[in-house]
């Protein structure tokens, strides 16, 4: 059984979609804490009904990006799980703590990457006017959606769609996807060699 951890900042359907799959025994994992940056976050009641402690670690108090840097990293550091999922948490990791993970955190990003990285993926998409879009699992690195990628999965992007409804399609492949990441990971099927990533079967 692997120890996982996920950091998240909001909803947090993604998170949800890892405790169901860790319930059904399709992830041979065991969820340690939820860490999240926002004491308002939905996702803290979903850690909640599911016996998963929760750390919150409020960006608004530390005063400065790298005080609340040292917080996370500490709180992660005693965690210290085999694999920390970012599902919805919506700051960039300092480099302090990339380093520190390296080849142990991983992320869901609702664009098919490197196009539409950052924030308001899916507006990005809808403004440039791409035709297809979708989501991509990766490995966290020191850049902004920059990191090996694990798994992307597609969707069409649909004339009359907005950036709600397209993130509405998106979110249905991401919650799959990222499920899917997580287990192979668990299962000790994925192998990072550069920028690839392999995946063994
Ligand atoms: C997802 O679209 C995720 O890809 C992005 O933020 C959204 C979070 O949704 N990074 P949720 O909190 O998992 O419901």
Redesign the pocket.
């Known amino acids: 059984m692997k120890r996982i951890a996920v950091l998240?900042s909001?909803?947090?359907?993604?998170?949800q979609s890892v405790i169901d799959a860790i319930r059904k025994g399709t992830i041979p994992a065991v969820c340690e804490r939820l860490v999240t940056d926002n004491p308002h976050a939905p996702?803290i009641a979903r850690a909640q009904k599911a016996g998963i402690p929760v750390s919150i670690v409020p960006f608004g108090t530390f005063g400065s990006k790298e005080r609340f840097e040292q917080e996370l990293l500490s709180v992660m550091q005693g965690i210290d799980p085999d694999l920390f999922i970012l599902?919805?948490y919506m700051r960039i990791l300092g480099s302090s703590v990339v380093r520190e993970f390296s080849g142990k955190i991983i992320n869901?990003?609702?664009a098919l990457l490197p196009s539409f990285p950052g924030l308001h993926a899916q507006r990005q998409t809808i403004a440039y006017g791409a035709k297809v879009s979708g989501?991509t699992v990766h490995f966290v690195d020191e850049g902004t959606d920059t990191g090996p990628i694990i798994m992307q999965r597609c969707v069409p992007v649909r004339e009359d769609d907005d950036e709600y409804t397209l993130?509405a399609r998106i979110?249905r492949k991401?919650h799959r996807a990222l499920v899917e990441a997580v287990r192979l990971f668990c299962e000790g099927k994925i192998r990072i060699q550069g920028r690839t990533v392999k995946i063994l079967i």
């Open positions: 998240a909001g909803r947090g359907s993604n998170f996702a599902a919805g869901i990003h609702p989501c993130a979110l991401e």
